[in-house]
């Protein structure tokens, strides 16, 4: 049996050829240099950082030489689907701000280069397939599981490389009669690549992150097609990139131990190879030492948490240019108010050691792009926000807008405004004590105040409390009442002589600002009771009284 007499026996329902898709799907008429980047996701309903960071790089790439950016669905995988994860990678990275040039949709799909989901290509890779076995380049393997097993045992045994190559690719020998009897038994078959590599050889791969590679060539006989001649991941995404005309291929490190197996790919069938770009995994601090984020211990993994959370998009697009450029944060510096798009990207200044995530800078980061927003701005996102997360406190911010504009802009005046507020989850509870039915005491009164002392600074508060007071007026009072309960107006005074005080201005204010607020750190506390009130005010110092 020659090679093509093997090929219809194994696809008699192809009838398209290599051609036919090289005509479907031309060369893309772009600029010079205009980069072809693409996300394939696998639909595992897990959307998790690593996407969004691969995302971010890929978008980059492609827009800022005024290319294409496309989503494509990869999920060969059946087993591992989960329903309705493709609508989850979409709305998470609509939701992050990733424009996709084309791709896969809610809806369906959008661009000339699909189908973007790869169980709708099966009838491309097994043209590609066929095309392979009528070259000899591939070949049906009947090798049940029990085999394999049995195989690699005895590799392992042997301390040998675990694979199917050399005197273990049993099914490189099989005759034409063995081919057609396995055939007419409806064994079921997957189709290996008919690997020509050499253990002994190296490939030499340039990484548009790493530099050029010097690497084992592939010498085993990897699986293209699996029994349901569904094509293992190896296989489809050479052909859907080369067809799709990628040019940049970004992914994660872990994709490295087979990229051999890629590069010969594209080799055998005398295709271009796209520029591969593998990204540092992500990192963090635990206990002092760096290990790899995990979805078992990280919430912060998945792109749901800053979702729940409530970070701003631009927050996060921010944060991870710092992580993917080095020159990113001087660049901010010297172009504070440009959108973070016009950064000039580039993939040479990645680093291609761990990517260290740092969720206390994201929050540094965030508070300085919450800040910069009008109270209004601020108050439409945190609404929307809690309509979603937190419908009981949505109720109180829309009962009056004017007020929670008001407690929201407390502060944010001036050349240094305060930078109180990171996320929505976070910004509902900084806001909460402005409300009665949110208000909670959440620090206690300073330790060395005792509870009948602190009773008398309240009373003494409560009689004196005019809200005809400015500022001013105001503040004289608390001091006035500190110097009659004995402590110290300067606190360095009563640091250099505790003795001699029961404890300092500072004190008496935070006695004052805790009854109020419920906490020993806030905003300016006359500020805050000009805006809650006289009767709320009045209310939560008698209640604090009791």
Not at 23 to 36: G, I, Q, S, T
Not at 190 to 211: F, Q, T
Not at 346 to 358: H, I, P, V
Request: glycine letters at 6%.
């Amino acid at each position: 049996m020659n090679d093509q007499k093997l090929a219809e026996l194994l696809f008699p329902h192809i009838h398209t050829t290599p051609e036919h898709w090289e005509k479907a799907f031309p060369l893309r008429n772009l600029p010079e240099n205009a980069k072809v980047t693409r996300i394939g996701p696998s639909p595992t309903g897990f959307v998790h950082l690593g996407n969004l960071y691969n995302a971010l790089i890929g978008e980059r790439l492609a827009h800022q030489s005024q290319g294409v950016f496309f989503l494509r669905i990869e999920d060969t995988d059946n087993k591992r689907e989960v329903s309705g994860a493709v609508h989850a990678v979409i709305d998470a990275m609509a939701f992050f701000g990733v424009a996709f040039d084309e791709g896969a949709t809610i809806d369906g799909e959008t661009g000339a280069y699909g189908p973007y989901r790869q169980r709708q290509r099966k009838e491309i890779y097994q043209t590609f397939a066929k095309h392979l076995v009528a070259q000899g380049k591939a070949y049906p393997c009947f090798c049940s599981e029990e085999e394999l097993s049995a195989m690699r045992e005895q590799q392992i045994a042997a301390k040998l490389n675990f694979g199917y190559w050399g005197k273990w690719a049993k099914c490189r020998q099989l005759s034409d009669e063995e081919i057609e009897e396995s055939l007419n038994l409806g064994q079921p078959f997957v189709l290996r690549y008919r690997s020509g590599g050499n253990e002994e050889k190296d490939v030499r791969v340039y990484d548009a992150i790493r530099g050029e590679l010097v690497m084992q060539e592939n010498y085993q006989d990897f699986v293209l097609l699996k029994s349901d001649g569904i094509p293992t991941y190896h296989f489809a995404h050479v052909i859907d990139d080369h067809l799709m005309r990628t040019t940049h291929v970004v992914r994660g490190e872990e994709w490295l131990a087979t990229l051999p197996i890629h590069v010969q790919l594209f080799d055998t069938f005398g295709w271009e190879r796209p520029l591969y770009c593998h990204t540092a995994v992500l990192e963090k601090l635990d206990n002092g030492q760096r290990r790899k984020l995990s979805k078992r211990k990280d919430p912060e993994l998945a792109l749901s948490f800053y979702q729940a959370e409530g970070y701003l998009p631009e927050a996060v697009w921010e944060y991870l240019l710092t992580v993917l450029n080095s020159n990113y944060e001087e660049w901010r510096i010297a172009n504070p108010d440009k959108d973070c798009r016009e950064f000039p990207f580039t993939a040479e200044k990645m680093s291609n050691s761990g990517a260290l995530f740092d969720l206390d800078k994201l929050e540094d980061i965030s508070k300085g792009v919450v800040v910069a927003l009008s109270a209004a701005r601020i108050y439409d996102k945190l609404l929307d926000w809690a309509k979603t997360y937190l419908p009981e406190f949505a109720v109180l911010l829309a009962y009056d807008r004017c007020y929670a504009e008001t407690i929201i802009d407390i502060g944010r005046a001036g050349d240094r405004p305060r930078k109180d507020l990171i996320n929505w989850a976070q910004a509902a509870r900084f806001l909460s004590f402005y409300y009665d039915e949110t208000y909670a005491r959440e620090d206690d009164y300073p330790e060395n105040i005792t509870p009948p002392l602190r009773r008398e600074i309240l009373s003494a508060y409560l009689e004196r409390l005019d809200f005809d007071d400015d500022n001013n007026a105001w503040f004289a009072k608390i001091k006035d009442i500190a110097a009659e309960k004995g402590f110290a107006l300067k606190p360095k005074d009563y640091k250099k002589n505790p003795e001699q005080y029961p404890g300092s201005i500072i004190d008496v204010s935070n006695v004052i600002r805790v009854a109020i607020t419920g906490r020993q750190n806030s905003p300016d506390l006359w500020e805050i009771s000009q805006i809650m009130g006289e009767p709320r005010v009045r209310a939560r110092i008698e209640k604090a009284l009791n």
